[in-house]
């Protein structure tokens, strides 16, 4: 016999526990009361912290309504099928694992299952008149299994692992719904719960509205608790909820009052307009990084690159998104930064025409190329100047520049200050001598830098030098007409008076007409204005469109442009290793002239002799 009394209360158990020797069930503890004990609390019995580790055996007592176990080591719900009265069961602080053993408790209103081990709700399918469920304090990773439970009012799941909060459809009675203390991110459904009067979120994981939502659309939520999210750290977190639910009446225990309401409408109008531009600016810069990622593709396919071999492009900072936000299509791009005009795709050179497309034309004193083919930007040359007024340089990154007389088309800008070609996608820039190339094909420029780096008199020297012949070269090869068609009109005028045109004489022999193509180069190289190029280097072309007739053609133009880069780069070459050796030499040559000078001096009447008799003897 076990006697239990409660302080306060009058009342006593006394209960006789005894194990059973059946076959079928040996070891399970037997609880019986004597008739007394049973007439006096006829429908509860209290069980709680007996050390039980099973459900014992409760011989007649089929007409309980109330059972407690609580604060015991109990595994397994068991033993309670007889109990079809049963509406109150607890069974608090013990070491359940599963629910089970309560398909026959179809009266069951309430059941306490808190501070157990349970790792999923299950085995709830005939108990639809269930009012309370408390499963706080387990290991409840997923809501399931609740949606036929059309009479619970209550239900407590704070203390479990949850992540997510949905799945509450059918679920058409319940007021109160208590979730502190999970790992919550999201909730769902929770306006299709036409009762729902508390809601305590209190210490998850939501980080702003949008996780929860579903809450502005809730016509019966009075009372909200989110204290301890992130959420509720941003300075408006207040005023977007208050807003947000217009039945709310209590948040974070606190009263809400009507000047809150109305401050908070104009906070959260504010803080719309806010995202809204901050949504336009996401938006933007989506469009950004995939017109350009399409425009490096494109380029790609143009010159038979494998973008698995490509150098990765860090474009706008992009990582490899997925483009949601109807893009697709676009290959170009065209934006403005300070005095910087950048466009990105062949397709982006359209918008040089059209005056709504660069804002502030007159600020724009840089141009940046990427992803262009340099042949398709060379048709727009001419029109930069009159365009872009205050331009002042050119950078051009992954235009397929592969061939030193490609650079001869950016005479036609007329004026720069400097010019860079970026090394990935430009060929050219692995030749050595390209910067010299340019610095002299554009020396009536007075370029300041190539590829940001300064310019010295020393390289503009070097240039002449290095590549002065080949103008020459190619001018010799030019006839008279088309030597004058290298020259401003003004220039011809001035040079076709200094001797006779060729409609004044129509029968003239060929000396005559080259010494008059002499005479007119003279003139021009003479009289050539400070700041223009003179005619040897503005023979120096190139045309992006024009094209052999033949392949015959095509191989001798090949062959005598290879022959001629070969001649000049070998007498480059030459003349550069002599200066080198005579630099090594120089001083002591130098120092050995001074000494033979300084000896013929100190011995002046024998110098003399000697050399009168070296003229006497030849």
């Known amino acids: 016999m076990i006697g239990q009394s409660r302080p306060g209360c009058s009342m006593i158990y006394f209960l006789t526990l005894k194990l059973s020797e059946s076959p079928s069930a040996p070891g399970v503890p037997i609880v019986y009361r004597l008739p007394e004990e049973k007439a006096a609390n006829p429908d509860r019995l209290n069980l709680d912290r007996r050390r039980l580790t099973i459900c014992p055996i409760l011989e007649g007592e089929e ?47 309430v059941l306490m299952l808190g501070k157990n081990r349970i790792s999923k709700i299950e085995n709830l399918n005939n108990l639809l008149k269930l009012d309370v469920l408390d499963l706080h304090g387990n290991q409840i990773k997923e809501l399931e299994n609740l949606n036929h439970l059309s009479e619970l009012r209550v239900l407590n799941l704070a203390g479990n692992q949850l992540t997510k909060a949905c799945n509450f459809l059918g679920l058409a009675s ?23 009067l508390r809601l305590f979120l209190s210490y998850n994981d939501v980080r702003s509205f949008e996780s929860i939502r579903c809450l502005g659309g809730s016509q019966s939520l009075q009372e909200l ?32 009052t009507d000047d809150e309401r109305r401050m908070a409408s104009i906070v959260v109008r504010k803080e719309q307009e806010k995202k809204k531009e901050c949504s336009k600016a996401q938006a933007m810069k989506e469009r950004r990084r995939v017109a350009i990622q399409n425009a490096e593709k494109r380029w790609q396919e143009d010159n038979n690159i494998n973008p698995a071999t490509a150098p990765v492009q860090n474009n706008c900072n992009s990582d490899n998104h997925t483009v949601s936000l109807g893009f697709e299509s676009l290959s170009h791009y065209t934006e403005v930064e300070t005095d910087t005009l950048r466009l990105y795709g062949a397709a982006a050179l359209d918008g040089l025409d059209k005056n709504n497309t660069v804002s502030n034309v007159a600020a724009i004193s840089h141009i940046y190329f990427k992803f262009i083919p340099y042949d398709s930007i060379v048709p727009h040359f001419p029109k930069l100047r009159v365009r872009f007024p205050a331009l002042q340089g050119l950078t051009f990154s992954f235009s397929s520049i592969s061939s030193l007389k490609q650079l001869n088309s950016l005479t036609s800008v007329r004026r720069l200050d400097f010019i860079t070609l970026s090394p990935e996608g430009n060929p050219v820039t692995n030749f050595s001598l390209w910067k010299f190339y340019l610095l002299y094909r554009l020396s009536h420029f007075n370029l300041r830098k190539i ?7 020393t390289d ?14 190619t001018l010799q090869h030019f006839d008279l007409s088309r030597i004058l068609g290298l020259l401003p009109d003004v220039r011809r005028k001035q040079i076709l008076g200094h001797c006779d045109t060729l409609e004044q ?17 003279a003139a021009e190289q003479k009289n050539r204005p400070i700041g223009t190029e003179s005619v040897n280097v503005a023979a120096l072309v190139y045309n992006s469109t024009s094209r052999p007739k033949s392949a015959k053609a095509s191989d001798k133009v090949s062959l005598a442009t290879s022959q001629i880069l070969d001649e000049i780069v070998a007498s480059a ?32 009447s024998s110098t003399v002799d000697k050399a009168l008799s070296q003229i006497q003897d030849t």
């Open 225 to 256: 608790a989110l204290d301890g999210n992130p959420f509720t750290a941003e300075a408006s977190y207040k005023q977007i909820v208050i807003d947000q639910m217009q039945c709310l009446r209590q948040l974070d225990l606190k009263k809400v």
């Open 451 to 457: 590829n940001e780096v300064e310019v010295s008199m």
């Open 505 to 521: 004489k129509k029968n003239v022999s060929a000396k005559q007409t080259e010494d008059r193509r002499k005479l007119i180069i």
């Open 573 to 604: 070459i030459s003349r550069q290793n002599k200066l080198t050796a005579l630099e090594k030499v120089w001083n002591s040559v130098l120092r050995d002239t001074v000494r033979s000078a300084t000896n013929d001096f100190a011995c002046v």
């Open 63 to 109: 007409n309980l309504r109330l059972l407690n176990f609580q604060h015991n080591s109990i595994a397994r719900i068991q033993h309670l099928s007889s109990l079809r009265r049963l509406i109150f069961l607890d069974l608090y602080d013990n070491r359940i694992e599963e629910i089970s053993g309560l398909s026959t408790l179809s009266s069951l209103r």
């Open 174 to 196: 319940l007021t109160e719904l208590n979730l502190r203390r999970n790992k919550i991110q999201y909730v769902g459904e929770l306006d299709h719960l036409p009762k729902l």
């Open 460 to 473: 503009t020297v070097l240039a002449e030098q290095l590549f002065s012949d080949l103008g020459n070269v």
